[in-house]
Every structure is written in structure tokens, then in C-alpha cells.
């Protein structure tokens, strides 16, 4: 029962599916479905077509409309599509209507994200939080796995009652691994935990950031270690934490899980010691991809789960990552027509951002090394404030290394 959720679709196709409401508009709609053609390519799905509907909720039965489902299933039957992909988190009662009606594998972006998340763990923690998160999403699900026997039964009694017991008694297995996972991941946290004290009083500083902004490319220049790093939506999983020494001063650098939109809750509760690298930092390193269309809005969905997973605020350092892939659009001198995001250059991004958050934010590209001694400058100052006020007997060794330094 292991790989329940893992997709067995890899290289298959898909079409994508959201909703536009009042409070997603078509744009917003076409973004959230080109991240979710990302997710379905990390997973090894291709991505061959988009379907939205405007609605003002979803559809409680299908999610979409009735006419909406007929049109996919006739596309997916002429082309032979395997896999639908929703933007949001199905319910049982949609998962199991909607696979009625189209008759292929059905992916909510909650499985989806578990399967890349299955795909990608490589320790035995990481595989067993993995197992946890998938476990907790299975639970109340199960009722779809037994509808073969409505087909079997024929309104029998005898049938009725098999499948009742088996569903039971899957409940009851899914139940016991799930508080059997619990206990392991305690047990594992009690190690970690203990790891952590052993560390000593070093300052912590951790990476945090949107999905595949960057962090462990970051973190390997930093570090001089080599993380896994790929252009991939979660290529990290497991936090890694290196010793950094800059100048004279030792520090600890953690690289943390990226954060999504919609990260499943299960995630995020399954995943709770490697954000406790996040909850135990002195200073936060926010790394964002300037490159990329959306990235306020990406800043902000960092900002809110940090709030939700430690609601004391950090000393925060905002790295903007990737300059060497940002573009604009220049607006030509006689176009009177307001300016949009699209039209912003650099370097007014690097005023405007560089004016709000005085000396705590810097332009760097951790691929073409651009600004990476700046940026080890300033984490130097900053872990230094942070170790003198924790031990001001050290300030005049400082002192008299500045000095010799200059």
C-alpha cells in the first residue's frame, strides 16, 4: 500500500483544469495552471491542454459543470489523454464523480504535489514524512478504491457487506500505520532535536523561498558544499545544514523545503523538523526568483506560511536571485498608457524594493556569481550583530579584526 498515491502516468498526458471566480481572474486562473504544467513535468507528466470555466464556486459534484466535463471527456477521448490534473484540492465525492464521467487517473494538485514529493525523498526521514502526509490524504478517500464491487454485487447483501468489511478493514491498517508513522517521526524529531542542542550557540541563519527560486544553488556557493540543485519544483526535500565560515566568523546554514501555493496541510505538519530549522533560525535568508512575473505574490505566499509555522518575526535578509534572467518590456516614448509590472526595469525594482527594506535587501545571481561577495558582506554584518548581542565579551575580537582587515 506504500505507493498508493505515486502515479503510474509518467510520460502520459494530461489536461489541466481550474476555475475562474471572483476571487481568481482568468490571469490568475492561466498562472496557477502554468504552475501546475510545472508540477505535472517534475512528476513526469506532459501537459497538453487547458480548460477553464468561469464559475462562482466550484461545481460540490464535479467541479466543473456538466457541459464543461462532456467537453474534456470528448477531447480526452479523441486524443487519448490519460490523466486530468485540477487545480484545487477534490473532494471524494468529485474525485469519485469525476472518474466516472472521463474514465482516466484523476490528479487534485494535493496528490500531485505528494507524488513529486514521493518521487523526490531520499532519506529515511523524508521518505517516512512523505508516507505520513500520503497516509492522512488516503483516509478519506477510501470509499473510491471499493466501487469495482458495486459492479460485482448486483444490489446483494453478501457483496454489500464484503465490501463494507474490507473498507473497514482498511481503515483500521491506514489508521494504525498513520499513528505508527506519528511515533516514528517523534523519534526521529527527539534525534534531531538532540542534533540541534549539540550544535551548540552558534548563530543559525536558514534559507527559505518559493519553490525552485534558488536556495540550494545559493546555499552550495555559500557553503562551498554540493546540494542537489535542478531546475525542478522541489528538488530539495530533505534540510541540509552546513558550518560557513565568512572572514573569522562560523555560522550554520540551513537549506530548507520549498513553499508552493496550496502546500498541502499534511505537508506542512508531516514536514515539522525540517521547519523547525525554520522556527530555530537567528536570521532568515528570503531568496526570490526576480526573474519570474509573479514574484510579489510568491513573496507573500512565503510570508504568510512563515507566519503560520513561527509567528515571531526574524531578522529577514531579502535576496533577490536570478538578475541575469530578468527582462521587462520598455515602453516606447510615445505610448501614454499607465505603466504596468511588465514595464519595470531593474533598476527601478532595485530602488523600490532597496528603499523598503533599507539595508536588508540586495540583487544577487547565485548561477553567474553576480553580487555574491555583497551578499556574503552583509550576511557577515548581520550573523555579527546577531553573535555580539549573544556574547558582547567577543566585540572586541571583532573590533580588532575589523581593524587589521582595513
Not at 163 to 172: I, S
Not at 188 to 194: G, H, K, L, T, V
Not at 256 to 276: H, Y
Not at 366 to 379: R, T, V
Request: proline share 2%; hydrophobic share 40%.
Amino acid at each position: 500500500m506504500k505507493d498508493f498515491i505515486i502515479s503510474e502516468s509518467k510520460n502520459e498526458q494530461a489536461v489541466l483544469i481550474g476555475i475562474i471566480t471572483q476571487e481568481q481572474n482568468e490571469d490568475k486562473v492561466n498562472e496557477y495552471l502554468d504552475e501546475l504544467a510545472f508540477l505535472a513535468e517534475t512528476a513526469g507528466i506532459i501537459p497538453v491542454k487547458n480548460f477553464t470555466q468561469k464559475l462562482d464556486y466550484s461545481n460540490p459534484v464535479t467541479f466543473v459543470g456538466t457541459g464543461k466535463l462532456q467537453e474534456i471527456k470528448e477531447y480526452v477521448d479523441e486524443h487519448e489523454v490519460g490523466v486530468a490534473i485540477f487545480d484545487d484540492e477534490l473532494s471524494p465525492k468529485q474525485i469519485r464523480n469525476i472518474e466516472k464521467e472521463l474514465q482516466i487517473k484523476i490528479l487534485d494538485r494535493t496528490s500531485l504535489i505528494l507524488d513529486i514529493f514521493a518521487m523526490r525523498a531520499q532519506t529515511a526521514y523524508a521518505k517516512t514524512q512523505v508516507e505520513l502526509a500520503q497516509y492522512q490524504y488516503l483516509l478519506p478517500r477510501l470509499t473510491r478504491m471499493w466501487t469495482h464491487l458495486d459492479r460485482q454485487r448486483g444490489g446483494g447483501a453478501m457483496m454489500r457487506g464484503v465490501g463494507e468489511t474490507q473498507l473497514e478493514t482498511d481503515r483500521r491498517i491506514i489508521l494504525d500505520k498513520i499513528s505508527k508513522l506519528k511515533e516514528d517521526l517523534k523519534g526521529i524529531d527527539r534525534q534531531m532535536a538532540s542534533q540541534r542542542k549539540n550544535r551548540g550557540k552558534m548563530v543559525r541563519v536558514a534559507l527559505v523561498g518559493y519553490t525552485n527560486v534558488g536556495k540550494s544553488t545559493l546555499m552550495n556557493i555559500l557553503s562551498k558544499s554540493e546540494v542537489f540543485a535542478e531546475n525542478k519544483l522541489f528538488a530539495t526535500l530533505d534540510t541540509t545544514v552546513r558550518k560557513v565560515i565568512i572572514d573569522n566568523l562560523p555560522f550554520l546554514l540551513s537549506d530548507t523545503v520549498g513553499f508552493i501555493r496550496k502546500l498541502p496541510t499534511n505537508l506542512v505538519e508531516s514536514f515539522k523538523s525540517t521547519l523547525d530549522e525554520v522556527r530555530e533560525a537567528d536570521l532568515l535568508v528570503h531568496v526570490v526568483d526576480i526573474s519570474h512575473p509573479n514574484f510579489e505574490e510568491q513573496i507573500e505566499v512565503v510570508n504568510n506560511t512563515l507566519m503560520e509555522i513561527d509567528k515571531e518575526e526574524k531578522p529577514t535578509i531579502l535576496v533577490f536571485n536570478k538578475v541575469d534572467a530578468f527582462t521587462y518590456k520598455q515602453k516606447d516614448e510615445d505610448d501614454l498608457t499607465p505603466a504596468t509590472k511588465e514595464n519595470i526595469s531593474l533598476e527601478e525594482l532595485e530602488r523600490s524594493w532597496m528603499n523598503k527594506m533599507q539595508n536588508d535587501c540586495i540583487f544577487v545571481s547565485a548561477k553567474s556569481k553576480i553580487n555574491i561577495d555583497q551578499l556574503k558582506e552583509m550576511l557577515y554584518q548581520k550573523v555579527k550583530e546577531i553573535h555580539i548581542e549573544r556574547y558582547p565579551y567577543n566585540d572586541f575580537l571583532f573590533q580588532r579584526y575589523d581593524e587589521e582587515m582595513e
